[in-house]
């Protein structure tokens, strides 16, 4: 079973936007609170989790540690397997919206 | 004034217990150690800390890993008893997950699951051990008062045991299995 076409969770499509540039594992929750304004909160437990999930499928790779604060700060970045995954779960999004758009009868948004 | 506080207690369902100690936080009495039964208090501003139970599941990379992880995200680990680890969150830096995340409240629900499966695993496994090896033992040895006492040793701890898992772990088992169910149906 190939495990790319499957559809992502919410929590991993915003940790893995969120890593299109190196980050830790507090920036990760930042970022992705600000992205989703405020409504995923992911709690460090998930996030621990997730992470371990994503390094083992090789969709981000640790890079270093972060220098700002006392260097114990793991940070990670996506992998190119990570990168086209995320791709292909944004044009499945697309395929929602697009299917979503032609398909729904709802007056007030046929008149926009 | 006092500043700190013991409390006795026991808890086989993590829910009660966690909302039990969140109760105890917002009076002012801020959790950091238990051993089971034993819990003890400091105190705190009343609503100062918010408080998770979450169990450790044997992480390769080991539990240190873990701990400076959360603790480098805003949580605080407060204690660690077997597999159980107290953590606590300064209530004004928000709640430790938004209350509609469902995925991850289905990966601590199955956590929890797992842990008392293992400890029904581990009991029956006991009483297994008194039933099929205590017991017959102790009618082969000449009677005197040690193969007596160990017949009925073996006995009390055969039905005891079954009896607690009856009585406490299945309800348990079956509420959290029930909750996951019901989780799953949610993502689905």
Same mark, same amino acid.
């Given at each position: 079973?190939?495990?790319?076409?499957?559809?992502?969770?919410?929590?991993?499509?915003?940790?893995?936007?969120?890593?299109?540039?190196?980050?830790?594992?507090?920036?990760?929750?930042?970022?992705?609170?600000?992205?989703?304004?405020?409504?995923?909160?992911?709690?460090?437990? !998930?996030?621990?989790?997730?992470?371990?999930?994503?390094?083992?499928?090789?969709?981000?790779?640790?890079?270093?540690?972060?220098? *700002? !604060? *006392?260097?114990?700060?793991?940070?990670?970045?996506?992998?190119?397997?990570?990168?086209?995954?995320?791709?292909?779960?944004?044009?499945?999004?697309?395929?929602?919206?697009?299917?979503?758009?032609?398909?729904?009868?709802?007056?007030?948004?046929?008149?926009? | /004034?006092?500043?700190?506080?013991?409390?006795?207690?026991?808890?086989?369902? &993590?829910? @009660?217990?966690?909302?039990?100690?969140?109760? /105890?936080?917002?009076?002012?009495?801020?959790?950091?150690?238990?051993?089971?039964?034993?819990?003890?208090?400091?105190?705190?501003?009343?609503? $100062?800390?918010?408080?998770?139970?979450?169990?450790?599941? @044997?992480?390769?990379?080991?539990?240190?890993?873990?701990?400076?992880?959360?603790?480098?995200?805003?949580?605080?680990?407060?204690?660690?008893?077997?597999?159980?680890?107290?953590? @606590?969150?300064?209530?004004?830096?928000?709640?430790?997950? +938004? $209350?509609?995340?469902?995925? +991850?409240?289905?990966?601590?629900?199955? @956590?929890?699951?797992?842990?008392?499966?293992?400890?029904?695993?581990?009991?029956?496994?006991? +009483? +297994?051990?008194? &039933?099929?090896?205590? /017991?017959?033992?102790?009618?082969?040895?000449?009677?005197?008062?040690?193969?007596?006492?160990?017949?009925? &040793?073996?006995?009390?701890?055969?039905?005891?045991?079954?009896?607690?898992?009856?009585?406490?772990?299945?309800?348990?088992?079956?509420?959290?299995?029930?909750?996951?169910?019901?989780?799953?149906?949610?993502?689905?």
């Amino acid at each position: 079973m190939k495990n790319t076409t499957a559809a992502l969770t919410e929590a991993i499509y915003y940790i893995l936007l969120a890593l299109q540039e190196p980050l830790h594992g507090y920036g990760i929750m930042q970022k992705t609170s600000t992205m989703s304004n405020g409504r995923l909160i992911l709690s460090a437990g !998930t996030l621990y989790g997730a992470i371990s999930n994503l390094l083992e499928k090789g969709w981000i790779l640790p890079c270093g540690e972060s220098p *700002d !604060t *006392d260097g114990r700060r793991k940070m990670y970045q996506i992998t190119e397997k990570g990168q086209e995954v995320l791709l292909a779960e944004l044009e499945r999004l697309e395929e929602l919206v697009e299917n979503g758009r032609k398909n729904i009868k709802n007056k007030q948004y046929e008149n926009k | /004034m006092k500043t700190s506080k013991i409390s006795i207690n026991w808890f086989v369902d &993590f829910d @009660k217990e966690e909302q039990w100690l969140n109760d /105890m936080a917002k009076q002012g009495w801020a959790f950091w150690h238990t051993n089971g039964v034993i819990y003890r208090f400091k105190q705190s501003k009343p609503e $100062e800390f918010i408080y998770q139970i979450d169990f450790d599941e @044997k992480k390769k990379d080991g539990i240190g890993d873990y701990v400076v992880f959360r603790s480098s995200c805003g949580d605080q680990f407060v204690h660690q008893w077997k597999s159980k680890i107290y953590w @606590k969150r300064e209530t004004t830096s928000g709640p430790f997950e +938004a $209350e509609n995340n469902v995925a +991850a409240k289905l990966r601590l629900t199955n @956590k929890a699951f797992n842990y008392h499966l293992n400890s029904f695993i581990g009991l029956t496994l006991i +009483a +297994a051990f008194a &039933f099929l090896v205590l /017991m017959p033992l102790s009618r082969h040895l000449p009677e005197n008062a040690f193969s007596s006492w160990l017949n009925d &040793f073996s006995i009390g701890l055969t039905y005891g045991i079954l009896l607690a898992e009856l009585i406490i772990l299945l309800p348990v088992l079956k509420k959290l299995h029930k909750k996951i169910n019901e989780l799953i149906g949610q993502i689905i």
